[in-house]
Every structure is written in C-alpha cells, then in structure tokens.
C-alpha cells in the first residue's frame, strides 16, 4: 500500500522527537514506600472524552510531569470506576490500570487548594475528533467525595472547598438563570448519560463555553510564540479563558479578550520573558468574529431562547455534531471563511436530522468534518455519512494487518511499515504490533532501522470508523486510525491517522488484509528489520 500524504513522517517525528526530549520534567519523591489511594472516580465530559489524560497537577505548571499521578479516560469517558456498566478499574477482576488514577498518601497530603485534576487530549465520542484545550477540577475537594465527579468547563471555574462550590452555583444561578443548579448535580454534571439526567440548558451553556475557549486558545498561539511553543510558559492558557465566563456568556467578546491579554502579560512576566506585543485590532476583529460564529452556530443548532431550547437528549448528540464542524472548521480552515457553508447548513431541518446518524446511532463526522463546497454540498455529505457502514472498522480486525510504504514522492525519505491486529476472533479489543522502517538524508536523527513498538488496539461501538491505539512507547502513546470512506474516485479507500496532536490522509487499494498463511506476526525489532529488508528487496 502507498499513501498520498507522508503518514510515517507525522507518525515517525513523533516518535524521534518523544525520544530526544522526554516525556515530564524534574522528577519528584512521590512518597517512596507509600500505598497508593484511589480517591473518587469521575467523568470527562464536553461530550464524553475518551482516551484522555487525566492527572494530578501537584506543581500547576497544568503539564503532566513524570511524577505525576495520571491516567486515561475509558470509552464512556470514565475513569476508575465506570459507574454506566459498573466496571472498577482499579481492582477485582475487571481492574485496567491504564484507566485507574491513584496517587501516593504521601502525596495526597500535600494537595492545596490550588492543586487541580485536570482533563486534556483525547477524543470526542460524538465526532472521533481531537478534544482541544483541557478542563478541570479542584482536587483537594474530590478527596471528600465517593461519588462520581464529573469534569466539565464549568467545573474548570470552580475553587476547593464546599463554601467555594455554593459560591460558584449561586453565580450561575444568577448569572445563567440555571435556578436548578445543585451542589449535587453540579458534581455529576453528566448531563449526557441518561434523558433523566439530561439538562438542555446547563449543557448548551457548557458545551458553548468551551468552544468559546477552543477558538480562542488557537488564535492565542497565532500571535504569541511563547504560547505556541510551550517551553517557558504552559501552552494551555484555558484557565485563564474559563475565568472571563460572564463577558463570554454575554457575548462581550472585546471586553474578555482585554482581560485575558492582561493575565497572559503576568504569566510573561511571571517567567521573566519580554511581553510579546498585543495583536492588533484588525487581529482582535478577526477573534470577535470567529467567536460570533460559534454563538451562531451555537444558537441554530440548540436554540436560542434561552440557549439549549431546542435540545432534547435523543437529538443532542447530532446537533453537537452540526456545531463542532463549524468549531473544527474555524481553527483548522486554510481561509477565515471556511466555516460559512457549515454554519449556514445548521438552518436545514433535515441537515440536523442527518446528523443524527444512522438506526443505531453511528455516523461518519470525519467525512463530514473534511467536506468542503456550498451549503447544499456540505448537507448532501451529511446525508451520505449517516451510512456509516462502508467506513466500519469496528469488527473483524483480530488476525489482520494493515502493510503501507511511503509514495516515493519524495526522494530523501524512505519509509515502511506494518500493523498486525491481534486478539481472539471477533473481539473488540486486543494487541497490536507495529513495524517501523524510516530514514531521511536530510535528517539523521529521524532513523528507524526496523523497529517494533507494541501497544494495544480498541474499537468504539458509537465510533464504528475509528480505532484506539495505545502505543508502549515512553510511558504509553495514544493514537487514532479512522476509516474515512472511498475517494472521490471510488477506487481506494481513504484513511486518516492523528498520533501525537499531528494528523496525516493515506488511501489503500487493498485495505486490512487477512494476515496470510506463513507471515509470522512480528514481535521484536530483529523480527520488524528481517520483514522491512525483504520487502524492500521484492
């Protein structure tokens, strides 16, 4: 197989540039001969974020450092306990360390009120799609809680202590009109697992903050380097945007991005750096726009009067699928006007009918998410991706393999590499074993002699296009395959594999392919440079 777009350059820089600068920073005494505590369970929710990482910010530099305790979100978005189908992570018979959060007694003592749970990465269960930003929650409060907690945007605002939880709901009791908020229902703002739990409102204005918050982090890194970067200042700036809720709620756009250019001048000063010059009004325009986009789309597709009128929970997930094309399409649009065609599409009835999916539910966002054209082309894609079965990835991959090269496009580069899925026969889940050759004349570093990594492969049943890999590389590596559909020519199938925040196209005319007779399943690198040479000489 060849792919059009260089996959092994996105997948392989990755790993080469993992290997030259680590994973965390200074490594700290996490209280050697403690036992570990398991303290709460909970929920990441915008909609539910699977495969995130969640972890115990103890320095708030809001980075996973080595020390830290984390761990991933499951394929509900839980972590520790999945209370939906009543699976504990962390012990008996169903344990799955990768999904229990624990940290040391030693280190639970030294939780501040400051100290955060913070939620960031991973994958929307809606869309597939990358979750940009990150959301949290005050840890030293979940130590006092055995119920589930649920981490959302407004949870992000939220400060430790029970005096500071009523404080914050008698804000949004008066600020957002939510007079049913409770402290209870606060902590399971899970508004998304059940219709008896579902609550239009609180949700609209949720999920609304947050795209408020995604679009604005994006256009943050456009204009200042030291952000973009992430090195001497923490890329994630959320909370400092989650912190101007009132003027975004109000739309006073303007007048919150003053005060978040204000807190990012601190945090400059803060780490001894030059204030980088603030972006123009030309620059600030553009920003007001791009927000005035997401409360349109925003208020088309839940309803405006008051936002979340028009949401029910059989309709919510589509109608959050019509809003994040818009989102997507704004931070990622070759042009500030890519968005248009989708945002205007929001008005056609049955555009959010589509969106919808399929009997059960499922739906192809990623052909839906790369469409370009008119308002009428942007509904007619919609129409296709509710058939979602001729992107299925979700059965059948134990005992297949998936063998790609680069195209030969260009000279410098020469890449290989192999998938072999393995696990019993129609299971939804099981390991993967990965084959990579790479070499670039023009960079001596990026050099893969035939290496094996291995890792551990998932299929989502709301996710039927798209594979979780977990890469044992560094402390562990998520990834995502998906199965985008046939090119416009019919002739190949289109893929797209995201692997460290980079996404790369790839197309196959022969797709996974049973593992044949005699091929051995690779199993260490000796092996993995024995196949590529090979292959390389047929």
Same mark, same amino acid.
């Given at each position: 197989m060849k792919f059009n777009k260089n996959l092994l350059a996105v997948a392989i820089t990755s790993v080469t540039a993992l290997s030259l600068y680590g994973c965390g920073t200074d490594k700290q005494d996490g209280g050697k001969g403690s036992s570990n505590a398991v303290?709460?369970?909970?929920?990441?929710?915008?909609?539910?974020?699977?495969?995130?990482?969640?972890?115990?910010? *103890?320095?708030?530099?809001?980075?996973?450092?080595?020390?830290?305790?984390?761990?991933?979100?499951?394929?509900?978005?839980?972590?520790?306990? =999945?209370?939906?189908?009543?699976?504990?992570?962390?012990?008996?018979?169903?344990?799955?360390?990768?999904?229990?959060?624990?940290?040391?007694?030693?280190?639970?003592?030294?939780?501040?009120? =400051?100290?955060?749970?913070?939620?960031?990465?991973?994958? =929307?269960?809606?869309?597939?799609?990358?979750?940009?930003?990150?959301?949290?929650?005050?840890?030293?409060?979940?130590?006092? *809680?055995?119920?589930l907690i649920a981490i959302t945007p407004l949870t992000s605002m939220m400060?430790?202590?029970?005096?500071?939880? /009523?404080?914050?709901? =008698?804000? *949004?009791?008066?600020?957002?009109?939510?007079?049913?908020?409770?402290l209870s229902n606060i902590l399971n703002l899970n508004f998304l697992e059940s219709e008896a739990k579902f609550n239009a409102e609180a949700f609209a204005i949720t999920y609304q903050m947050h795209k408020y918050v995604t679009v604005i982090s994006d256009w943050v890194k456009e204009h200042y380097s030291e952000i973009e970067e992430g090195e001497e200042v923490s890329s994630d700036i959320s909370g400092l945007i989650y912190r101007q809720f009132e003027d975004l709620n109000s739309a006073s756009y303007s007048t919150a991005w003053n005060k978040i250019r204000s807190d990012i001048d601190d945090i400059y000063t803060a780490a001894e750096l030059t204030t980088e010059t603030a972006p123009d009004s030309d620059a600030v325009d553009v920003l007001t726009a791009r927000l005035g986009a997401v409360n349109s789309a925003t208020t088309a597709a839940f309803g405006s009067s008051p936002l979340g009128s028009a949401l029910t929970f059989a309709n919510v997930k589509g109608r959050t699928r019509g809003v994040e094309v818009v989102v997507l399409q704004i931070i990622r649009g070759e042009n500030e006007g890519a968005h248009t065609s989708a945002l205007a599409a929001l008005s056609d009835a049955t555009y959010l009918t589509n969106l919808e999916g399929d009997a059960e539910g499922n739906f192809n966002f990623t052909q839906l998410v790369e469409a370009e054209g008119t308002p009428a082309q942007i509904i007619a894609v919609a129409n296709t991706a509710k058939n979602s079965s001729g992107s299925s990835l979700s059965s059948d *991959?134990?005992?297949?393999?998936?063998?790609?090269?680069?195209?030969?496009?260009?000279?410098?580069?020469?890449?290989?590499?192999?998938?072999?899925?393995?696990?019993? /026969?129609?299971?939804?889940?099981?390991?993967?074993?990965?084959?990579?050759?790479?070499?670039?004349?023009?960079?001596?570093?990026?050099?893969?002699?035939?290496?094996?990594?291995?890792?551990?492969?998932?299929?989502?049943?709301?996710?039927?296009?798209?594979v979780m890999l977990r890469l044992e590389y560094l402390g562990g590596r998520s990834a995502v395959l998906k199965k985008i559909g046939l090119t416009g020519s019919g002739n190949e199938t289109e893929y797209r594999f995201d692997f460290n925040g980079e996404t790369s196209k790839f197309t196959s005319d022969q797709g996974f392919e049973e593992t044949p007779a005699g091929t051995e399943v690779i199993t260490s690198s000796a092996a993995c440079k024995i196949y590529v040479d090979a292959q390389t000489e047929s």
């Amino acid at each position: 197989m060849k792919f059009n777009k260089n996959l092994l350059a996105v997948a392989i820089t990755s790993v080469t540039a993992l290997s030259l600068y680590g994973c965390g920073t200074d490594k700290q005494d996490g209280g050697k001969g403690s036992s570990n505590a398991v303290i709460g369970s909970g929920i990441a929710v915008d909609g539910p974020i699977v495969r995130a990482q969640v972890f115990y910010d *103890l320095n708030g530099n809001k980075k996973k450092d080595s020390y830290e305790p984390g761990a991933l979100t499951d394929n509900n978005g839980h972590y520790n306990r =999945d209370y939906i189908n009543n699976i504990d992570y962390c012990s008996g018979a169903s344990a799955r360390p990768e999904f229990c959060l624990s940290l040391t007694f030693d280190q639970s003592n030294t939780l501040t009120d =400051d100290t955060k749970i913070i939620v960031t990465g991973g994958y =929307d269960l809606y869309t597939g799609e990358p979750f940009e930003g990150s959301m949290s929650f005050p840890a030293k409060s979940s130590t006092g *809680l055995s119920r589930l907690i649920a981490i959302t945007p407004l949870t992000s605002m939220m400060e430790a202590g029970s005096e500071g939880y /009523e404080d914050f709901i =008698d804000y *949004l009791r008066t600020l957002a009109g939510l007079t049913e908020l409770t402290l209870s229902n606060i902590l399971n703002l899970n508004f998304l697992e059940s219709e008896a739990k579902f609550n239009a409102e609180a949700f609209a204005i949720t999920y609304q903050m947050h795209k408020y918050v995604t679009v604005i982090s994006d256009w943050v890194k456009e204009h200042y380097s030291e952000i973009e970067e992430g090195e001497e200042v923490s890329s994630d700036i959320s909370g400092l945007i989650y912190r101007q809720f009132e003027d975004l709620n109000s739309a006073s756009y303007s007048t919150a991005w003053n005060k978040i250019r204000s807190d990012i001048d601190d945090i400059y000063t803060a780490a001894e750096l030059t204030t980088e010059t603030a972006p123009d009004s030309d620059a600030v325009d553009v920003l007001t726009a791009r927000l005035g986009a997401v409360n349109s789309a925003t208020t088309a597709a839940f309803g405006s009067s008051p936002l979340g009128s028009a949401l029910t929970f059989a309709n919510v997930k589509g109608r959050t699928r019509g809003v994040e094309v818009v989102v997507l399409q704004i931070i990622r649009g070759e042009n500030e006007g890519a968005h248009t065609s989708a945002l205007a599409a929001l008005s056609d009835a049955t555009y959010l009918t589509n969106l919808e999916g399929d009997a059960e539910g499922n739906f192809n966002f990623t052909q839906l998410v790369e469409a370009e054209g008119t308002p009428a082309q942007i509904i007619a894609v919609a129409n296709t991706a509710k058939n979602s079965s001729g992107s299925s990835l979700s059965s059948d *991959l134990a005992g297949k393999m998936l063998d790609f090269e680069d195209d030969g496009s260009d000279e410098s580069i020469e890449s290989k590499a192999a998938i072999f899925f393995t696990g019993a /026969e129609g299971a939804t889940r099981g390991n993967i074993h990965l084959c990579l050759k790479y070499s670039d004349t023009n960079d001596s570093d990026a050099l893969l002699a035939g290496d094996y990594i291995s890792g551990t492969w998932e299929t989502l049943a709301a996710l039927n296009n798209t594979v979780m890999l977990r890469l044992e590389y560094l402390g562990g590596r998520s990834a995502v395959l998906k199965k985008i559909g046939l090119t416009g020519s019919g002739n190949e199938t289109e893929y797209r594999f995201d692997f460290n925040g980079e996404t790369s196209k790839f197309t196959s005319d022969q797709g996974f392919e049973e593992t044949p007779a005699g091929t051995e399943v690779i199993t260490s690198s000796a092996a993995c440079k024995i196949y590529v040479d090979a292959q390389t000489e047929s």
